[in-house]
C-alpha cells in the first residue's frame, strides 16, 4: 500500500506575504525621496507666472559665471577624491594585510570622525588652525620658525583637508572590504614565478582591487559634491552649487532657480553612479 503525501496549496494571502514586506520601504521612499525630487524638478521649470520654461537651465549651462561655479565644484570633489585614494588606499594595504591585532583599533579610529557632529570637527578645525592656535602656536612660540601667526583659517586648503578627514574612512573600508577578497595564492604565485614584491602589487593587487577604488571614489566624489556646512564654515572663498542653492533659498528666495541648481547636481551624481555601473560591469565581464 503507497500513502502519498501532498503539499497544501498555498493560500492568496501567503504568496502575497513577501510582497507585502515591501511595501513600508517602497511607500517611505515615495514620499520621501521620490515625490520630493520630482516636485523639485516641476519647479525648475515653472516660471513665476505658471508656464513651463528651460530658461533657469539655458542660464546654468551658458553663463560664465555658473559654469565656473559647477567646474570648481566638480574639480574640488575630484581633488578630494584622489586625496582620498592616495591616503586611503595604503591605510586599506595596511589594514588588511599588516595590521593583525591592531584592526579593531585602526578601524575605530577610522569611524571615529563620523561619530562626531560635522557642526564640532568644523570647528575644531578652526581652532586648530586659528591665528592662536595650536598650529600657529608651536609654530611661533615653540619652534620659533616664524615671528608672526600664519593665515590657515577660512582658507580653501583648510576646507579641502577637513573634506579628507571625514571622507578617508569611505575610500579605507571600500578598498578594504575588496583588497580582503583578492585569493593570497595570486600573490604568491606572481612571486614563485620570478615577480618581486613591487610588481607583484603593481599587476597583481593592484588590478584585483580596482573594484573597491571605483567604489570609494564614486562615495567620496558624490560626498563632496554636495557638502555644504564644511564649506559654510570653512570654505574661504569657494563657490560651489551647494553653496550658491543656500544663497538661492535663503537669501534673493529664488526657489525655481535653486531647484534647477539642485537638479544639475542631481544630475552629477547620477552621472557618477552610471560609470561606476559600467565600471563594474566591465570587470565582471
Keep these: 500500500m503507497t500513502i502519498e503525501f501532498t503539499a497544501p496549496k498555498a493560500k ?34 515653472v516660471n513665476d507666472a505658471g508656464g513651463f520654461t528651460l530658461s533657469r537651465y539655458g542660464q546654468l549651462l551658458t553663463d560664465s559665471f555658473y559654469l565656473r561655479v559647477t567646474a570648481e565644484t566638480v574639480l574640488l570633489s575630484a581633488g578630494v577624491t584622489l586625496i582620498s585614494i592616495v591616503i586611503g588606499y595604503p591605510v586599506a594595504y595596511f589594514l ?22 560635522i557642526i564640532m570637527r568644523t570647528f575644531g578645525w578652526q581652532v586648530l588652525f586659528a591665528r592662536r592656535g595650536l ?28 573634506l579628507v578627514h571625514v571622507l578617508v ?23 614563485i614565478l620570478g615577480a618581486g614584491r613591487f610588481r607583484t602589487f603593481w599587476e597583481v593587487t593592484l588590478p584585483l582591487s580596482l573594484d573597491g577604488v571605483g567604489t570609494g571614489a564614486i562615495l567620496v566624489f558624490m560626498i563632496a559634491n554636495g557638502s555644504f556646512v564644511t564649506l559654510v564654515l570653512l570654505g574661504g572663498g569657494l ?12 537669501t534673493t ?7 534647477a541648481m539642485s537638479t544639475i547636481l542631481l544630475v552629477i551624481a547620477v552621472v557618477c553612479l552610471f560609470l561606476q555601473l559600467r565600471l563594474v560591469r566591465r570587470r565582471g565581464s
Design 169 to 191: 574612512p569611505f575610500m579605507v573600508l571600500s578598498i578594504a572590504t575588496v583588497l580582503q577578497s583578492i585569493d593570497l595564492r595570486l600573490e604568491e604565485s606572481a612571486k
Design 12 to 45: 492568496p494571502a501567503a504568496l502575497l506575504r513577501p510582497w507585502a514586506l515591501v511595501v513600508p520601504a517602497v511607500l517611505f521612499l515615495l514620499v520621501f525621496f521620490v515625490v520630493p525630487l520630482v516636485e523639485n524638478g516641476l519647479r525648475s521649470v
Design 239 to 250: 563657490q560651489t552649487l551647494p553653496l550658491m542653492i543656500y544663497q538661492q533659498f535663503n
Design 253 to 259: 528666495r529664488d526657489f525655481g532657480m535653486a531647484s
Design 96 to 117: 588588511v594585510r599588516r595590521s593583525g591585532r591592531w584592526a579593531g583599533l585602526i578601524i575605530f579610529l577610522l569611524i571615529a570622525p563620523l561619530l562626531t557632529s
Design 135 to 162: 598650529v600657529n602656536n608651536v609654530l611661533v612660540d615653540q619652534l620659533g620658525l616664524i615671528d608672526a601667526p600664519l593665515r590657515f583659517s577660512n582658507s580653501p586648503e583648510i576646507a579641502v583637508a577637513a
